[in-house]
């Protein structure tokens, strides 16, 4: 974490999880990434807390964290590169798309 002159806080950049740059040009085109369920966006994981950003299939971006919920799952864990969601006692896991 890092503080501007304006004393804001920001995470530093060695702190995120690099993401794709195809995913990156095509995160917000509808129909371009999965057409069902969430896409993770990339993650940040810092010692006072992580977030993910998903991208809904419909193409909206969501930045959450854990205990947060999205489509009917819990936002169990985010880590590097991954997250875990939860809904009636299972446990999926949502990786960094590989294209």
Sequence with gaps: MTTDSAGDESVASDETTPTND?????ATIPGVMPK?????LGTIVTPSGARALLRHSAGGVEQVGPGDKVSGHEVAAIEDGFI????A????RLTLPLH
């Design 36 to 40: 069902k369920g969430l896409t993770l």
């Design 22 to 26: 195809t995913v990156v040009s095509n």
């Design 84 to 87: 875990l969601l939860s809904r």
């Design 89 to 92: 006692g299972e446990t999926k």
